[in-house]
Structures are given as structure tokens and as C-alpha cells.
């Protein structure tokens, strides 16, 4: 089922007055530093400190009053799990979020602060969708998934929604939209928006070295499932293969994908934090840090979604160390 425009403007609807229209900003020294005009989506400043409030908030509003009742099941490492445990507590259901028990601490409290119930599992030895599947049948309740769903894309799409209709705003138009990818919900909703309204701007997706499925899949013309024996400092976008639903978008709207290294991305967000005055996870800094790694290869203007701000306070102090 594919997602379209009409999909991402009746998500746009039902979010108004619940997700926040976050502002597009620009730095006169990031221009200066990359010798291009960069318009910035921070969508850090959005409920629950990133994106995905805007995809929970569309499919959880969408349910019946039946299946409100019987309440929701997701999995996440932290962002989802936020989205989908506020827009529960918003329309008055319950929520169970299945947590990796590794996932960042301020991400785990923070799902539980708006009212979720927490399972913690090990991301190395147990199956989180087998996980959630279970107990779904055990309670009645609907799973939301993370990324592959096409409420949650079109929610997602609503970020790229207004990226343009902001920039048509200031008389702009991009030539460039760079967008983080996990599973690729994000990604797809973004270029579904930013195609339809600006055919002619090239969409760059930017994924961490080492967990490039989408880049692999899309150079392969198929979905291709990673096994990585390491860790990124990327876990928001840690997802082993594309979507079944998302893929396809990708495959249509996506010009390239870049790949940033672990240092790259903690060098984005010292600068994002220094210069931009920003708090960026390191999911969230992977666009940032393609620019500022010179690995976007188109010019001209450029928007850049920042999708999100839950680092953990350790790790981040560590960042601004230069320890990672």
C-alpha cells in the first residue's frame, strides 16, 4: 500500500494543534562553512523530542474506540517508544513498549514518565516482534510498528510537508533534502512529500558505516537484511533491513545515500551544539555530519531534517569530550 500526498496532508489534519510545527532555521555560519545555503528542520523541538510522535499520533488517533480500549503494543530503542507511550496517554489508552535493555536510560524513563508500561528484553538473544506478537494475542492489543506501516509513514510525511511549504514561504526552493534512515519510515514520508510538491529536488538519504541495508538493498534492487557484529553510535538507526512498505518509496524517490562514520557523527554534534545551539542525538546528526564530511554530492540549496534530540547525558558529555 503506497502512501501519497492526500495520505500526508489528512495526517497533517490530525495533528494540527497536537504535534508541533516545528521552525525551519538557518545559520549564517553553517552557510559560511559549506559554501551553501542550508535551511535546518529541527525536529528536536517536536513532543517527545523527535519525529516520531507525528507517526504514533496519526495511527493511534486512527483506532476504534474498541481497540482503545484494548490498548497498543510497540517495539523501540527509545524514539517510537516515546511517540507511541504520549499519544496513548493522550487519547486515554494503555501502552506497552518493548525496550532493548541497553536502550539509553533518559529514553527508557522518559517512555515511562508519559504513562507507558516497560518490557525489557535482550536485543542479542530475544526477538522483540516475537515479543510483541505474543503479547498482542495474550492481551488483544493492536501493535504499532516503528516504520512500516502507512499511518506511521504518513505522519512522518508531515515533516516533509512543511519543509516545503516553510521554504515556499521564503520564496525557496530546495535543490537538495537530506533525511536520516532506520527502517526508513522517516525517509519516506519525507521524499513522498518533498517529490510531490519539488519534483526536481534530489533526495539524499544518510545512513551510519556499517548499517547501510538501505544503500546495499537499493544498489542490489532488493531488500538486503544486515547481521552487524558491532554497535553504532547511531542506535536509533540500527534497523537491519528496509521496510516492506518503505523500500519501495525509497527505491522510487531516493537520488543517493551517504554513509557517516561514528566520528563523524560525534563531530556533528559538537558543532550542532556549539554553532547551531542545538542538542541533536547521533541518529538525529547523521545529515549534519554528511555535509559537513563534504559526502552530499549535489549543491545548491539545501534542507536538512534533524529528527531528533534524546541523547543520553552520559554519553553526550562524553561527545563534547571528544571521548567518542
Known amino acids: ?73 510497540a517495539f523501540s530503542s527509545g524514539n517510537h517508544a516515546q511517540g507511541v507511550a504520549l499519544a496513548a496517554r493522550l487519547l486515554g489508552m494503555p501502552a506497552l513498549i518493548v525496550m532493548p535493555s541497553d536502550a539509553p536510560g533518559v529514553k527508557v524513563e522518559a517512555t515511562r514518565g508519559y504513562g507507558a508500561e516497560i518490557k525489557l528484553y535482550d536485543r542479542l538473544t530475544e526477538d522483540r516482534v516475537a515479543i510483541a506478537d505474543q503479547i498482542a494475542a495474550e492481551r488483544g492489543c493492536v501493535v504499532v510498528p516503528a516504520f512500516d506501516d502507512p499511518d506511521i509513514i504518513a505522519g512522518q510525511g508531515t515533516v516533509g510537508l512543511e519543509l516545503v511549504r516553510q521554504a515556499q514561504a521564503l520564496g525557496v526552493t530546495f535543490d537538495v533534502v537530506t533525511c536520516p534512515i532506520g527502517g526508513g519510515g522517516l525517509l519516506a514520508g519525507v521524499s513522498t512529500a518533498v517529490k510531490a510538491l519539488s519534483p526536481s ?37 540500527e534497523s537491519p533491513a528496509p521496510g516492506a512498505l518503505t523500500f519501495p518509496v525509497l527505491q522510487k524517490t531516493v537520488a543517493d545515500v ?24 547521533p541518529g538525529g ?5 554528511a555535509l559537513l ?18 541523547v543520553d547525558p552520559e554519553l553526550f558529555a562524553r561527545v563534547l569530550r571528544e571521548e567518542v
Open 1 to 73: 500500500m503506497s502512501v501519497t500526498l492526500a495520505d500526508i496532508e489528512a495526517a497533517a489534519i490530525r495533528l494540527k494543534g497536537q504535534a508541533v510545527e516545528t521552525p525551519l532555521m538557518e545559520s549564517p555560519a553553517l552557510n559560511d562553512r559549506l559554501g551553501r545555503r542550508v535551511l535546518i528542520k529541527p525536529e528536536t523541538l517536536q513532543r517527545v523530542g523527535a519525529f516520531k510522535f507525528r507517526g504514533a499520533y496519526n495511527r493511534l488517533v486512527q483506532l476504534s474506540a474498541e481497540e482503545r480500549a484494548r490498548g497498543v503494543v
Open 293 to 310: 564530511a563534504g559526502k552530499v554530492a549535489f549543491d545548491g540549496v539545501t534542507g536538512l531534517v534533524l529528527s531528533g534530540g534524546n
Open 258 to 281: 551517504a554513509l557517516v562514520t561514528d566520528a563523524e557523527v560525534a563531530s556533528a554534534m559538537r558543532y550542532a551544539f556549539s554553532v547551531l545551539k542545538l542538542v541533536v542525538e
Open 285 to 289: 546528526s547523521v545529515g549534519l555530519a
Open 201 to 237: 529536488t534530489a533526495i539524499i538519504g544518510v545512513e551510519p558505516a556499517g548499517f547501510d541495508d538501505t544503500l546495499r538493498s537499493l544498489r542490489k534492487g532488493e531488500r538486503v537484511t544486515l547481521t552487524p557484529s558491532t554497535r553504532s553510535l547511531c542506535d536509533a538507526l
